[in-house]
């Protein structure tokens, strides 16, 4: 028998509290190594290192995510950082491309990944700082959570952090230039090293913070969007049922969200059923040809029109709310009768106030990292949710 909604609205409440338990415990015993982590990479990016990211199935997201926050930086001012994924064929990439200085980043599920592991374990004998999300690394750690959704979160927010804070580091160090007799201004420009170890305690305490802002922004969603996240699952599982699919785009960060969500449908945990569902930004030859013959705007639209099929639920994420060519899409879904679902951040700009989804999920925040970190927490429990509707109708 189908649970009540006020029942699952408190399944969900509580899957939401979990997450921050879980998240606080492993932040406050991780912090002063992952600041010390952060350290290192400085110094290495200032040597000429890359981050290279790779990983298997679903993980594969993990590694475009964090190649795309480094390269692309939403803070305004701070430097573009070299990341590249080699999740496709990351053995042959390691082989062809490592240089000591660089930073090797593996992904993979709670229990580890053999092949993975085995290319962090050459990397580091070549001289590479190596992080292993999970295993064994320069930094590793076991994971605090056989869940592989919760895993996959606590991961994310422990690359946004690395990102955010390894700039701090940067203030602190030499960058090779002469800042003449203006130096005393501008230390960390000078030709002196300057010294960071007493920097380390304020990034740890600053992680912690972070993760702290994740957890209220977690609370508030519980407060304001429960009932929401079980309408918009059990609709999703109607039109599933009816033989949709899931249509999911985004942009940048968005963009491996969309395609972790994709990913989590059509390659579930063991256990769940799979459900049919596509990324449209996990397509680089028609984004690219999109953009360069016609331009951004139409990159989700014009693939929607080809993909779209009666029952299809089209679902955009967007921090902003506003972007023009998630805004397009959803309207083009509009027009072709699909269900449309909005996770967005802010108050969910132009999205939520001209109405294009029959479900908007908000998280309500104006930066960037801690939306996607609590958004992910978002479909992750719509997936268990999309799930559970399944099984009560079967």
């Known amino acids: 028998m189908l649970a009540d909604h006020s029942t699952l609205a408190t399944r969900v409440a509580e899957a939401l509290s979990k997450r921050n338990e879980l998240y606080g ?30 990983g298997r199935g679903p993980y594969t997201t993990d590694a475009q995510h964090v190649s795309v926050e480094f390269v692309h930086p939403v803070i305004v001012g701070k430097r573009a950082l070299p990341a590249l994924d080699l999740s496709l064929s990351f053995a042959a990439w390691i082989e062809a491309i ?51 959704f919760m895993h996959q979160e606590m991961v994310e927010i422990l690359y946004h952090t690395l990102w955010e804070t390894v700039h701090v580091f940067f203030e602190h160090r030499e960058l090779g230039q002469d800042a003449g007799e203006a130096g005393f201004l501008y230390p960390f420009l000078g030709q002196g090293k300057q010294e960071t170890i007493a ?31 079980v309408d918009t699952a059990f609709a999703i599982q ?11 785009f985004g942009n940048g960060g968005s963009a491996t969200d969309a395609n972790d969500w994709a990913l989590d449908c059509v390659l579930p945990p063991e256990g769940y059923t ?40 089209a679902i955009g994420i967007s921090t902003s709310g506003g972007s023009k060519n998630i805004v397009m899409a959803l309207e083009e879904a509009r027009k072709r ?5 909005a996770l967005a951040g802010y108050d969910g700009g132009e999205i939520v106030r001209r109405g294009l989804a029959d479900h908007a999920l908000v998280v309500r925040s104006d930066y ?12 992750h429990v719509v997936r268990e949710l999309i799930e559970l509707a399944d099984h009560e109708d079967s």
């Open 368 to 379: 960037i990292p801690r939306i996607q970190e609590v958004q992910a927490s978002i479909y």
């Open 337 to 341: 009768g699909l269900l449309t679902v």
């Open 238 to 248: 109607a039109r599933v049922k009816k033989g949709g699919k899931l249509i999911l």
């Open 199 to 229: 920097v380390v305690d304020d990034v740890a305490a600053s992680i912690q913070m972070k993760v702290s802002e994740d957890a209220k922004l977690r609370a508030q969603v519980s407060e304001e969007e429960c009932d929401q996240m």
């Open 25 to 54: 415990r492993f932040f406050d015993r991780e912090s002063q190594r992952l600041a010390s982590a952060c350290r290192e990479m400085s110094g290495r990016f200032l040597e000429g290192g890359r981050l290279l990211a790779f």
């Open 274 to 313: 799979p459900v049919p569902a596509i990324s449209l930004s996990l397509e680089p030859a028609n984004l690219t040809a999109l953009a360069n013959d016609i331009g951004t705007e139409v990159i989700f639209s014009r693939q929607l029109i080809a993909q779209a099929r009666e029952n299809d639920i």
């Open 98 to 148: 490592l240089r000591p200085e660089d930073i090797v980043m593996g992904f993979g599920p709670p229990e580890g990944n053999r092949e993975v592991q085995a290319c962090l374990d050459i990397a580091q004998e070549r001289g590479a700082m190596t992080f292993a999300l999970p295993g064994q690394g320069s930094y590793s750690f076991n994971s605090a959570t056989p869940d592989p």
